[in-house]
């Protein structure tokens, strides 16, 4: 969720009128979107398409479809959806064609890779068990939407403080850690490793001690780059690159907690959360779906997009619809789909391992 869009703008370009679509090469590729190339297909094409969960697709697009940004995308096959008249799988074939999406070079292969909804221990008031802090936005943080001025700026925000009359970085993970906050704090937890991965997977929900639940999602970030820590274990030795997972990041900083500070401080972006009402919802403003919903980078699909997914997770063969409702800011590429997978023990260990090659395909509605 690192870079806020112009959401009718990017749609507009990404799926407005017919003329904005050129055939190249056999390939449609869209003039402001020049990375994003598709491939028209059919349904007959893609994998297992005949094993889909239709009606429980249908719940999801409808739920999908409750958003505006959605309804820019799908507004009359939304309305349509509503009313069916025939199969839910007719239905779909009927109204949308299927593009595979593809680099400039042709290339379908992509990755998938997994996210949860973290788990954590807390307090509202901090103790001696209870003391890493779950911040709020703070109030210094100032967001720059430069595109009203430099349109090719769009996909970027800035984000800084001010000192004087100047607008500056905003401090680091490091440099935020050594002063004080200028922000509400949600409440406390008693492990830094578990709060690191909660600003990585963007929602969670806290057990207090209490007995009450409070769910927790991402609101902003400090404007610094994110930086893989996997990354760097393998730079200082400490991992083998075929080796890097959740967990074995994680088993690294429990056996080595002289080395947590440094380690975590290489990411110098930092998260910041609001509490919701209702478990992990992402960036399209819906309750995310274990199995349904994806992150994608939005510089090449668009919020609320449906796309049909094939990839392989615990080495299991998986073919499904799965909707755009999420960023994420290690998300990269157009063939690049983070799968929620739930809040699960289960889902943690799954996505800590997740690493498969993935094909993918936007499915457009007929009448754009």
Not at 103 to 112: A, C, E, H, Q, R
Request: glycine content about 6%; charged content about 25%; hydrophobic content about 35%.
């Amino acid at each position: 969720m690192k870079y806020i869009l112009s959401i009718l703008f990017t749609i507009l370009l990404f799926l407005g009128c017919s003329k904005e679509l050129q055939v190249k090469e056999n390939a449609i590729i869209f003039d402001k979107l020049p990375k994003t190339y598709l491939i028209k297909s059919d349904f007959e094409k893609l994998p297992n398409w005949s094993n889909e969960n239709y009606k429980d697709l249908l719940y999801s697009f409808l739920n999908n479809c409750k958003t505006s940004k959605t309804k820019r995308l799908y507004n009359q096959t939304c309305k349509k959806a509503k009313n069916i008249n025939t199969t839910i799988k007719l239905f779909i074939e009927n109204e949308f064609t299927p593009y595979k999406i593809t680099t400039k070079d042709g290339d379908d292969s992509g990755l998938l890779t997994g996210y949860y909804e973290a788990q954590l221990k807390g307090s509202l008031v901090k103790t001696k068990k209870y003391k890493y802090p779950i911040y709020e936005t703070p109030t210094d943080l100032i967001n720059v939407d430069l595109s009203s001025i430099y349109p090719n700026l769009k996909n970027y925000r800035l984000r800084g403080r001010v000192v004087g009359n100047k607008l500056i970085p905003y401090d680091t993970r490091a440099e935020q850690s050594s002063k004080k906050v200028l922000a509400n704090i949600i409440c406390y937890t008693d492990s830094k490793i578990d709060l690191f991965f909660l600003e990585i997977q963007g929602s969670g929900r806290v057990e207090l001690e209490n007995g009450e639940t409070i769910y927790i999602g991402y609101d902003n970030q400090n404007g610094h780059k994110y930086r893989a820590i996997g990354r760097y274990l393998v730079k200082i030795g400490a991992l083998k690159l075929k080796n890097v997972s959740l967990q074995t990041i994680r088993k690294y900083l429990y056996e080595n907690p002289s080395r947590v500070d440094e380690v975590l401080n290489y990411n110098k972006s930092v998260v910041y959360f609001k509490q919701r009402k209702n478990p992990a919802s992402g960036a399209l403003g819906v309750e995310l779906t274990p199995n349904r919903s994806i992150a994608v980078d939005r510089r090449y699909i668009p919020l609320g997009a449906m796309l049909y997914l094939d990839s392989k997770i615990e080495n299991k063969e998986v073919n499904r619809v799965i909707f755009a409702q999420d960023t994420g800011g290690a998300i990269k590429g157009a063939i690049r789909v983070d799968m929620f997978l739930g809040h699960t023990k289960d889902a943690m260990e799954i996505a800590g391992e997740l690493k498969s090659p993935l094909k993918l395909w936007i499915l457009l509605p007929n009448n754009i």
